[in-house]
């Protein structure tokens, strides 16, 4: 993709979530409040800012726009007042400060404070926001935002990772989610993918501190990779795009990596061989499958596989699921999953900052 830029409906895919972001003067978008999203709670979602912060870098890399930057820098900023603090705003979470206002974790965003989809926090949206810092540091060589990324990481790693029991010699095990205080787990299974997050996003942070951090952390996490990759297998498409885009950091370096890969490209080849993806729409969730594309773009898997993207993502755009400007009001599509929707529809047509080597030059 080198040379290329997004293409017209990235940015009209991301105002829908953020406003008209293209008509701001750069004094304004200096001094922008992010909108509050149709999801979330008090408009934020952890998961969907993630992609906005990496889409908003994207747009600034590719048209050297520094309103783009400025837009980023103020989404970041919005996301730690409202998720880094208790739901009612009255204080941060418990460890944090303003000084390091991660050190409490960040909330999820659910809208519901208790039961099965209640608050709390998720290692893999916890890792992704850790990503779009570390890569707002990349993009404005501002080493503030990847030492937040690291004193995040290092707050949640014990929450979330423990030994295994003692003397049966095993590799450490993790919890799902945690309570919003992170005080005590709310779901104890493990993450199919959440080892692999932890080990690729701890390794970026630490090439971009350029330091001998986190070693432990990255330790732990490359043990249980070590074990989990080879029993890999996923019928998920979101789960198998990420898992693809999981891998891509380190394919071809490290066999833990290129295994994982090869096995996701299997079971997607599967999918499509399936015809999983000409079930009617009505039975499929969008942003789901955008998260597949991510993870075919971002390994470079050749011709045949850039057309299944596009099956995907035209598919998407005959359902009217992603809304022409001109048929917003006719659509009738501004529900609750639209945001996460369109900032990783943005991201399938074009990964950008989610791709290795993106802010190399």
Known sequence: MAGETPPPAFLTAMEHVYGSIRSLSNADASSWTPPPMSEGHKGRYLWTDSFGVVNLLTLYKTKNDERYLSLARQLIHKVHSILGFTRDGSARLPGASEEWPLRGGLRIGKEDESGPDGDGQYHHYLTMWMFALSRMTLASGDPWYNEQAVSLAETIHPRFVYPAPHGSGGRPRMVWKMSMDLSHPLVRSEGNLDPMDGFVVFSLLRQVAASNILEKEIGEYKRIVDTKWKGYSSDD??????????????????????????????????????????VPTRYRLAFREFGTCLGIRSHNLGPGWDARARQITSAWERAKLVPDPAEEHKSGLMNKLLPITLVMYATALYPGGFRKGFFDS
Do not use: I, N, S
Not at 250 to 265: H, I, P
């Open 237 to 278: 498409p979101l789960d198998l795009g990420m898992t693809l885009w999981t891998a891509h950091w380190f394919k071809g370096e490290q066999t833990w990596a290129t295994g994982l890969a090869d096995r996701a490209v299997e079971d997607l080849d599967d999918l499509f061989e399936q015809d999983y993806f000409e």
